[in-house]
């Protein structure tokens, strides 16, 4: 085998739900050609209140809140962090990958993560890496999607073209044409993942979010309606394109409340739950190489909830449905995972980003390091 590199980094993700942050502790591996990804071990810590708070209140962009929440989830990041590699003993980490939480993202214009890194400097004292998106944005691109990086790695196959599908607050998909074809790699936001269900299950339901779907499948989705919301400009268009809670979050939902009010309760979530199974299904139909699509590897929180599940089962028909645990890849800390392959790419000057999916003029390295 020919020399390699390796790294053991840690990967910190804090998703646009705004429910935690995902821990991965992982070992990669670039040889000559490729780049290999093992992971060691993943974690969740869900945000206490005040933190969540603090970063609700940062999404007005009032500075003031948001130098509040930089630091004071700086502190909770490095605080875990530290907990979590002592409780599980892990030691000679090489460096950290943070994401930070995004308060504004704005497509090829700027993109926002708070969370100050100096923290985690202060307790780890190894490198992180952080603003990932910012580079790529310089050079032309969107700044995001950047997990089709990973998915590369982990689930492009010689002969088949793969769909990876993450479900999170918003929903993004990696088209990973066959290698043997040559393809380009497509990946892009689809519109809204579980940010409308989490929002409608506070509002009608009293519920954080709707534990394993229960509200979504015990009821009947509103085609009709469902139909109406696809028109929308962003589902409708091609990428590259990205999005978040800001077009896809509270505010859209309050703008639907009369005709949601005027349904029985008890249909609200399967409609929206229709509606993300169904911007989703439109996007890869219409955007991607649909056709060669042999199989799809789902991960993010929306594989909890069996409506969406079940309706992207019918959807895809003839399509083989996975989750990445099938792969050997938590699907919950996929992103991770990402950001511990991000800085370890940073670490290596391994060039990171994908420019047929962000649209930048050229590969560069992604990242800032703070040491
Ligand atoms: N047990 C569960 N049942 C149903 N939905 C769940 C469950 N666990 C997580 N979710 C959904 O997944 C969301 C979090 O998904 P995640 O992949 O962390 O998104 P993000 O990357 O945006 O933070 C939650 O807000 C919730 O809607
Ligand atoms: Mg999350």
């Keep these: ?46 945000f206490p209140k005040k933190i969540k708070l603090n970063i609700e209140n940062s999404l007005s962009l009032k500075k003031e809140d948001i130098k509040t929440c930089h630091k004071s989830l700086g502190e909770f990041m490095a605080k875990e962090t530290h907990q979590f590699i002592k409780k599980n003993k892990i030691s000679n980490i090489d460096g950290v990958g943070m994401h930070g939480q995004t ?59 793969v769909l990876c599908l993450n479900i999170g607050g918003i929903s993004n998909i990696t088209f990973l044409p066959s290698l043997e074809s040559n393809g380009n790699i497509i990946g892009f936001d689809t519109g809204p993942g579980m940010s409308l269900i989490d929002e409608a299950s506070k ?49 859209w939902l309050k703008r639907q409340m009369s005709v949601l009010k005027k349904l029985d309760k008890k249909d609200i979530l399967p409609t929206l739950a229709s509606f993300t199974s169904s911007s989703i299904f439109y996007n890869c139909k219409n955007f991607t190489n649909y056709d060669k699509i042999k199989k799809i590897i789902i991960s993010g929180g929306g594989i909890y909830n069996t409506a969406i599940m079940s309706n992207l089962k019918n959807k895809f028909k003839n399509i083989l449905i996975y989750r990445s645990e099938n792969f050997g890849i938590d699907s919950d800390s996929k992103e991770a995972l990402c950001f511990a392959l991000l800085g370890a790419a940073f670490l290596n ?11 930048a003029k050229k590969s560069v390295v992604l990242g800032e390091i703070l040491k």
């Excluded at 979504?216 to 109406?228: A, C, R, T």
């Excluded at 000057?349 to 649209?359: A, H, Q």
């Design 1 to 46: 085998m020919s020399i390699f590199k390796q790294y053991k980094m840690i990967g910190l993700m804090t998703g646009t739900s705004m429910d935690g942050l995902d821990i991965c502790v992982s070992k990669i591996k670039f040889f000559l050609k490729s780049i290999n990804v093992k992971v060691i071990k993943v974690g969740y810590v869900e």
């Design 103 to 161: 308060i504004e993202h704005i497509s090829g214009v700027k993109s926002l993560q708070i969370g100050d890194p100096k923290y985690l400097l202060n307790k780890l004292n190894v490198p992180i890496i952080s603003n990932f998106r910012n580079l790529d944005i310089k050079n032309g691109g969107t700044g995001a999607p950047l997990v089709p990086f990973l998915d590369k790695i982990l689930f492009q196959e010689e002969k088949n073209a």
């Design 203 to 251: 509002i009608f339901f009293n519920k954080k979010f709707d534990k394993n779907g229960t509200l979504s499948i015990n009821g009947k989705p509103n085609l009709e309606l469902v139909e109406n919301w696809m028109k929308n400009k962003f589902i409708t268009s091609s990428y590259p394109k990205s999005t978040g809670r800001k077009e896809f979050g509270l505010t």
């Design 349 to 359: 000057n391994t060039p990171s980003n994908i420019p047929s999916v962000t649209g």
